[in-house]
């Protein structure tokens, strides 16, 4: 290794001061005055913000119904790219490459159509609209991609020799799925449901058209706080962003951890 | 494995059906609701002077935030990966984690939080003139929160594994810092950076609840795409709002044609596999 100069190491220096001081002005900065504003009456106003019924409804709604959402996506998520892995049929590409659209679509797009699909003159006759039901829908729609694209590359990996070993020794192709193949699938399974979760509870555009936000029966967290910030409540806005914020971390820190414990078990 | 076809059709339809129900139907239903009255509501809808200043609004905004996330995000990958910060790794790890899993209404508040009439520097901008929140400079920084992690993500792989093997000899050899980043670290990294700027592009484009927070929703003057399609639906113009949104699933089908040109190598091997022919043999 060749000795550094102390002009290079300066530069590093430089780069690395960069990147922080625009992390920090972009990000870090802003998420603490959302801290600081959540506090600024103290640990009690905090917490009656908070447990404020229309807070808990909003919610108890976005963790219920992102919780559903993601057994859902895990079900799911893990039959498509069963079939986009071990199926073959014309047209798979085209399968493949649409699942990421819900990633590039906008929300409100996203919300728009769905409405028009499943809303008041549904060409389908189903009519959801301003149910919880639209909301599971609208998360259902964001959140497609998480488990799939999850799953995919590790089945792709995976060995066909244990099915095939387990196939001649007479297990039944459930049998093979449930004791050979999920046990593998299970961390990238777990890792793209917690992205999928992480992704539902902060989820704003995709279901404020479709849901109606109706207070204590269709309103999410994130409308919640959006209503909140409107009406000039900006402590109880920033108490309730509190609460997701916290969700997040503990949802990204889950999500790593699954990530590289799947990542182990590749090698 | 023995899978009798019946289960496979089966699995097959499921899975299809599902998708056709969630996916495909909803999305071409933005091109039916489109061109539902013909074509002349189309295009008074994409002439509309609020229509453009929206599209206008949006491409400042995205023109602003994916260079400057660019630079910036291969600026912070280097930074990560060639000189890790002794201290604090995690902090910095979960702040570029923190703009994807950050519910966009968040991010709206805590740019009003700051930069807001009461904000913590909204008197310092007040008094210096300069309109941040419920201004386009809002809309800008709302963007560039959204949109950080996405290059910084997808560098952070490659930088590593590439090494410095190539950039020490081209140190070595009497390169300047400048050079070598030039010659050898950028052209090593470009497919990272451009399928981190495609997916950057595709989120400034699509964002609307951070925006939603800090525009104010000025027709005409605050209103990105996003904005806009949800003004026009507000105001029953049905076939204005599924225009609008019929340019944004335009845009969006083609960062998905360009997000598939650029995709990283371990998923080109998913695709490539894909590809071959399926063995169905049975033991």
Redesign the interface.
């Given at each position: 290794?060749?000795a550094r100069t102390g002009?290079?190491r300066r530069?590093?220096?430089l780069?690395?001061g960069?990147?922080?001081a625009?992390?920090?002005l972009?990000?870090?900065?802003?998420?603490a005055?959302?801290v600081?504003?959540s506090f600024e009456g103290g640990l009690s106003a905090f917490w009656d913000e908070v447990t404020s019924p229309g807070a808990v409804a909003a919610l108890k709604l976005t963790f219920v119904a992102s919780l559903l959402v993601v057994l859902v996506n895990a079900v799911?998520g893990t039959?498509?790219a069963?079939?986009?892995?071990?199926?073959?049929?014309r047209g798979?590409?085209v399968?493949?490459?649409?699942?990421?659209?819900?990633?590039?679509?906008?929300?409100?797009?996203?919300g728009?159509?769905?409405l028009?699909?499943y809303g008041p003159g549904s060409?389908?006759g189903v009519d959801v609209a301003y149910t919880r039901a639209a909301v599971v829908?609208a998360l259902?729609?964001v959140t497609?991609p998480f488990v799939v694209r999850a799953v995919?590359?590790v089945l792709?990996e995976l060995d066909?020799e244990m099915?095939?070993a387990a196939?001649?020794l007479g297990a039944r192709?459930l049998t093979?799925f449930r004791r050979i193949i999920l046990p593998n699938l299970m961390p990238a399974v777990l890792s793209g449901a917690a992205l999928s979760f992480?992704?539902a509870?902060?989820?704003?555009?995709a279901v404020?058209?479709i849901s109606g936000n109706i207070p204590f029966d269709t309103e999410v967290?994130?409308?919640n706080?959006?209503k909140s910030?409107e009406s000039g409540e900006?402590a109880a806005?920033?108490a309730v962003?509190v609460v997701?914020?916290v969700l997040?971390?503990v949802?990204?820190a889950a999500a790593?951890v699954l990530e590289r414990r799947s990542r182990r078990h590749d090698a | 494995?023995?899978?009798?076809a019946g289960?496979?059709y089966a699995?097959?339809t499921?899975?299809?059906g599902?998708?056709l129900l969630?996916?495909?139907?909803?999305?071409s239903?933005?091109v039916y609701?489109t061109f539902r009255d013909g074509l002349a509501p189309v295009w008074e809808a994409l002439t509309d002077p609020s229509f453009v200043s929206a599209l206008e609004l949006t491409l400042i905004a995205v023109g602003i935030a994916v260079p400057v996330n660019t630079i910036?995000g291969v600026?912070?990958a280097?930074?990560?990966v060639?000189?890790p910060?002794k201290h604090g790794a995690w902090l910095?790890n979960?702040?570029?984690?923190?703009?994807?899993?950050?519910?966009?209404?968040?991010?709206?508040?805590?740019?009003?939080?700051?930069y807001g009439q009461d904000?913590?520097l909204g008197s310092w901008f007040e008094e210096s003139g300069i309109q941040i929140i419920f201004s386009t400079p809002g809309i800008v920084?709302a963007t560039?929160?959204v949109t950080?992690p996405f290059v910084v993500r997808e560098v952070i792989p490659v930088l590593r594994e590439v090494g410095t093997d190539q950039d020490?000899a081209a140190?070595?050899l009497g390169a300047s810092?400048f050079q070598t980043f030039r010659r050898i670290t950028l052209p090593a990294i470009r497919w990272g950076v451009a399928y981190g700027v495609v997916l950057t592009t595709?989120r400034a484009?699509?964002?609307?609840?951070a925006v939603?927070?800090v525009s104010g929703r000025i027709a005409g003057k605050t209103e990105t795409?996003?904005l806009h399609?949800?003004e026009e639906?507000l105001r029953f113009n049905e076939v204005a709002?599924?225009t609008t949104?019929l340019v944004?699933?335009v845009l969006?089908?083609l960062?998905?044609v360009a997000?598939?040109a650029f995709k990283p190598k371990?998923?080109k091997?998913?695709?490539d596999?894909?590809?071959r022919?399926?063995?169905h043999e049975t033991?």
């Open positions: 290794m060749p002009a290079s530069a590093g220096g780069v690395l960069l990147s922080t625009y992390l920090t972009i990000v870090l900065i802003p998420i005055a959302v600081a504003a799911t039959l498509i069963w079939v986009l892995v071990r199926d073959d049929f798979k590409g399968v493949n490459a649409v699942i990421d659209l819900p990633f590039a679509l906008p929300t409100i797009v996203a728009l159509t769905l028009a699909v060409p389908l829908l259902l729609f497609l995919q590359p792709v066909r099915e095939e196939a001649s192709p093979t992480g992704k509870v902060g989820e704003f555009g404020v058209l967290a994130s409308v706080i959006f910030i900006q806005a920033a962003s997701l914020l997040s971390f949802v990204l790593d | 494995m023995r899978s009798s289960s496979r699995l097959r499921l899975a299809l599902y998708l969630l996916l495909v139907l909803p999305c239903m933005i609701s910036f600026m912070c280097i930074a990560l060639r000189r910060p910095v979960s702040m570029i984690g923190l703009p994807l899993a950050l519910s966009p209404v968040v991010v709206g508040l805590a740019l009003v939080l700051v904000g913590w920084l560039i929160f950080l020490e140190r070595t810092r595709a484009l699509g964002e609307y609840g939603a927070v795409l996003t399609v949800d639906y709002a599924f949104s944004l699933a969006a089908v960062t998905l997000m598939n371990e998923y091997e998913v695709a596999v894909d590809r022919p399926p063995s033991v």
